[in-house]
């Protein structure tokens, strides 16, 4: 647990954590058809649920920012309310505030939502780096959707308490890695101190598949001497999963009995739309074979991860619905990253897809501001000029609505939570942080005050770490 956040924890475990910005039930977490009709390989309803609780917050206004909304909307000189962990108004200067509450100025500052990061393996490849707390791919078969990548997470790992203070971040999805065709569960998380995994655990949020195509699984199990070691193994692969989880689906479908499977359950509910399918994918020909396959098996793939050229088949992503992940200008680290251009990310929104800036990365999710910036430069310099804040749907409701969370938060609208930024200048300098965040109303950062500066347990009296910043 992060030592800035004792109080705070305390502070909500004497509460009994009641109050309006609570989560829901976690009953009311599991997707309703679970559990029911479907024989002997029934799944239980959501065993591992959400133990989220927001932290106390207050009622607090910010006045005299420039907002960016998240969703493409920009308010000078704007005020934003926030109260009982809710975004409570938003609007011009003349917006009224409260009397006796906390309002701080935003003169020459800007307002966000909090930053989204689609792609992160926080917790599971956790600081330190050592192979003692490697646990994102569990590189044993090409096809392991049955583990799940919460079960790896170290909430301890001073990357979140990094990625919230320096970058602003205030959800994240957790995936695992790469190695395999069907790599598992991922996991959207709250980015607060907490003791455990659950207590991170975003209420209500949908779990993803991770997928991977392209040279990770052939070179991995090809060095190993099996199945699959080309391109078209992996093809092969992925639709004989594909087939026999179909058959697994439409037993449980009509409750008949058979042994339960935890990979086939993940792939079923896949196929009835409760599980996102999140596709580590580079090319742009294997983006569109991964299409056609989704065509095939009658699932949809909700967003390509890393997709350096995406730019190529942006009118595709467009026409099926696909929001494309991207770094900035990370290109050329490996023969399928190797038509990476800078101008990637503004392309595809020009075309009308869905663009999102991702981290995959522990010291790039620190500055996701900085990725959007240079796409944002690139585009300029060709003759696409996207205004500040709609350059911002990368970092806000794009991200939300991939990981469907877009009800809840990714953008400044009245009854959505609290996930708010105040940056010390525009967000898109080099030279601008973060001063203050809130999660669901709640100041967890504040770069003025040492007490809301995170600490994990792991960093204390170790020199360099923790104590001194």
Not at 256 to 277: C, N, P, S, Y
Not at 361 to 379: F, H, P, S, V
Not at 450 to 467: H, M, N, S
């Amino acid at each position: 647990m992060k030592a800035y956040g004792r109080a705070l924890l305390m502070a909500a475990l004497l509460a009994g954590v009641a109050g309006p910005a609570v989560a829901r039930k976690d009953k009311d977490e599991a997707p309703a058809s679970q559990g029911q009709n479907q024989g002997s390989s029934a799944e239980p309803a959501n065993p591992y649920p959400s133990t989220y609780r927001a932290y106390p917050g207050r009622p607090t206004a910010i006045r005299g920012a420039t907002i960016f909304d998240g969703e493409g909307g920009r308010i000078d000189n704007g005020v934003v309310f926030l109260s009982e962990g809710k975004v409570t108004a938003i609007g011009g200067p003349d917006t009224p505030i409260p009397a006796d509450i906390a309002v701080f100025d935003g003169t020459g500052k800007y307002v966000t939502p909090g930053v989204i990061d689609i792609h992160s393996h926080l917790g599971d490849y956790p600081s330190p780096g050592v192979e003692a707390n490697s646990d994102g791919n569990e590189a044993t078969a090409p096809v392991t959707a049955h583990v799940w990548a919460e079960h790896s997470i170290w909430p301890q790992d001073a990357g979140f308490s990094r990625a919230l203070a320096n970058g602003g971040v205030t959800s994240l999805q957790i995936l695992p890695g790469s190695a395999n065709l069907f790599g598992g569960r991922s996991v959207t998380l709250k980015n607060v101190p907490t003791r455990t995994m659950q207590g991170m655990k975003f209420p209500g949020a949908p779990q993803g598949l991770k997928m991977a195509c392209g040279e990770n699984p052939k070179r991995v199990y090809g060095s190993k001497g099996r199945e699959p070691a080309t391109r078209m193994g992996n093809m092969a692969v992925n639709r004989q999963t594909w087939i026999k989880a179909r058959e697994y689906q439409k037993k449980r479908a009509a409750g008949k009995d058979q042994t339960r499977d935890l990979g086939m359950e993940t792939l079923a509910d896949v196929l009835e739309g409760k599980i996102l399918v999140q596709n580590h994918c580079y090319r742009a020909d294997e983006m569109a074979n991964v299409i056609d396959m989704s065509k095939e098996f009658g699932y949809k793939v909700t967003a390509f991860h890393h997709a350096v050229e995406a730019y190529k088949i942006a009118d595709l992503l467009r026409d099926n619905g696909i929001c494309a992940a991207l770094w900035g200008d990370w290109y050329g680290f490996k023969m399928e990253a190797y038509d990476g251009i800078k101008e990637n990310l503004p392309l595809v929104h020009r075309a009308g897809a869905c663009a999102i800036v991702h981290s995959d990365d522990q010291d790039g999710i620190q500055r996701l501001n900085q990725e959007a910036a240079k796409a944002l430069g690139a585009g300029r310099r060709m003759g696409i000029d996207i205004a500040d804040e709609v350059a911002w749907t990368w970092l806000a409701i794009n991200p939300a609505r991939a990981m469907g969370i877009d009800q809840q938060t990714g953008s400044l609208k009245v009854g959505k939570m609290a996930d708010v930024v105040l940056w010390n200048g525009n967000p898109f300098s080099t030279y601008t942080r973060p001063e203050k965040v809130w999660i669901d109303g709640a100041l967890l950062y504040d770069s003025a005050n040492p007490k809301l500066r995170p600490v994990v347990d792991f960093e204390l009296g170790q020199i360099g770490a923790g104590d001194v910043k």
